[in-house]
Structures are given as C-alpha cells and as structure tokens.
T-cell receptor, first 114, second 114 residues
Framework: AQSVTQLGSHVSVSEGALVLLRCNYS??????LFWYVQYPNQGLQLLLK??????LVKGINGFEAEFKKSETSFHLTKPSAHMSDAAEYFC????????????FGTGTLLAVQP | DGGITQSPKYLFRKEGQNVTLSCEQN?????MYWYRQDPGQGLRLIYY???????QKGDIAEGYSVSREKKESFPLTVTSAQKNPTAFYLC?????????????FGEGSWLTVV
C-alpha cells in the first residue's frame, strides 16, 4: 500500500530565502506524485504533479519538485520565498491501478517571516 | 466559470441529526470524491464515485452516506451514526478515475456539532 510522509509539520523561512518542504513516499509500483497548496478556509489547489518523464517538475508560483526514485522522495522547493507563499502544503501519492484515490501526507504549514 | 461548488460553507448540527452537504461540478468530470480534513491528519477519503449510480467506500465511510443520481452532483450525508463529525469536508472531482489524473477540489464546508 502507498503512503506519504512529510517531515516537519511546521516550517518557517524568511522572505527571500529558499523554501524546502520534504516528502517521502512508499509505493510498490511506480508512483504518481502531487503537491497541493491550501490557504486558510479554502480548498486545495494543485501546485504540480509527476506522472512519467522528466523527473524535475515545474509548477505554479515558482515551485518545483524533483522525483528521486532511489531516495523515494519528492521534495518541493522554491528559490525565494514570498509572503504570499504562507499556506499549508500537502504531498500526495495516487493509488495506482484502476482507481485514482489520493493518499495524502499530514501537511506542512509554511510560515514566511518578513 | 467551471468549477466545484460546495454548500453550505458553514453548517451546525445538533446531536442526533442527519445533515447533507451539497457538491456540484460543471467540469463534466466522471469521478467525484469526498474527503474529510482534521488538523494534523491530512485528508482522508470518505466515498468516491466513478460514474452515475455507482459509488465506493473510502477509508472512513462509517457514519456517512452518498448518492450519485446525476453526473454533476455528489451530496454527502453525515448521519447521527458518525460520532465525531466536526471537521472540514472537501468535495473533489477528476476527469476519469484513472491514476495520475488531476483531482480538483471545491472550497470546502465546515461542519460543527453543537
């Protein structure tokens, strides 16, 4: 069965600093991986996803993530944090096979300090 | 604009009552989902549906019921059997229920037991 671990439930960075949010997955088959962002009292918005092909995936708002099979990781990065990046971020893996159920990590709350 | 509409945004339930959360999508998506979000636990799947008149239990279906009479609608009923219903509920949809398809989320509904 697939699972997702997000290291660090809270991450704080200074405005302009590098953002690194960690995600490790467990899957017995090639995974499909996703990062979503959630602003307070709102739904989730897709940042980026990896299905096949290039392992470095670029998403919206300057975020990117790299699929590393050997490390079973899919960490999210952004070179320079902006105040508007403050939100909760969820990593998810798609249940492979005939269904499309997403299995989510417990989330990382990103704070951006001025 | 195309999207997923959830209503109401805030709902209060008395002990022993059933309540229904509405979810409507105009994206012409085949698959629809209901997730429950609790602080620190990420999102957990309640029910999902691949086509009209068909739905499957997710990981935490006890105390919930759904229907899928129309392609665009997937209401969730929280029954009195659900002992701890206070949570944020998210409806979602995807074009097809095959792995890797992006799942799109509504804005969510807050349910509080009073």
């Amino acid at each position: 069965a697939q699972s997702v671990t997000q290291l660090g439930s809270h991450v704080s960075v200074s405005e302009g600093a590098l953002v690194l949010l960690r995600c490790n997955y467990s899957s017995s088959v090639p995974p499909y991986l996703f990062w979503y962002v959630q602003y307070p009292n709102q739904g989730l918005q897709l940042l980026l996803k990896y299905t096949t092909g290039a392992t470095l995936v670029k998403g919206i708002n300057g975020f990117e993530a790299e699929f590393k099979k050997s490390e079973t990781s899919f960490h999210l990065t952004k070179p320079s944090a902006h105040m508007s990046d403050a939100a909760e971020y969820f990593c998810a893996v798609s249940d492979s096979g005939a269904t499309n159920k997403l299995i989510f990590g417990t989330g990382t709350l990103l704070a951006v300090q001025p | 604009d195309g999207g997923i509409t959830q209503s109401p945004k805030y709902l209060f339930r008395k002990e022993g009552q059933n309540v229904t959360l509405s979810c409507e999508q105009n994206l012409n998506h085949d698959a629809m989902y209901w997730y429950r979000q609790d602080p620190g636990q990420g999102l957990r799947l309640i029910y999902y549906s691949q086509i009209v008149n068909d739905f499957q239990k997710g990981d935490i279906a006890e105390g919930y019921s759904v229907s899928r009479e129309k392609k665009e609608s997937f209401p969730l009923t929280v029954t009195s059997a659900q002992k701890n219903p206070t949570a944020f509920y998210l409806c979602a949809s995807s074009p097809r229920q095959t792995s890797g398809n992006t799942i799109y989320f509504g804005e969510g509904s807050w349910l509080t037991v009073v």
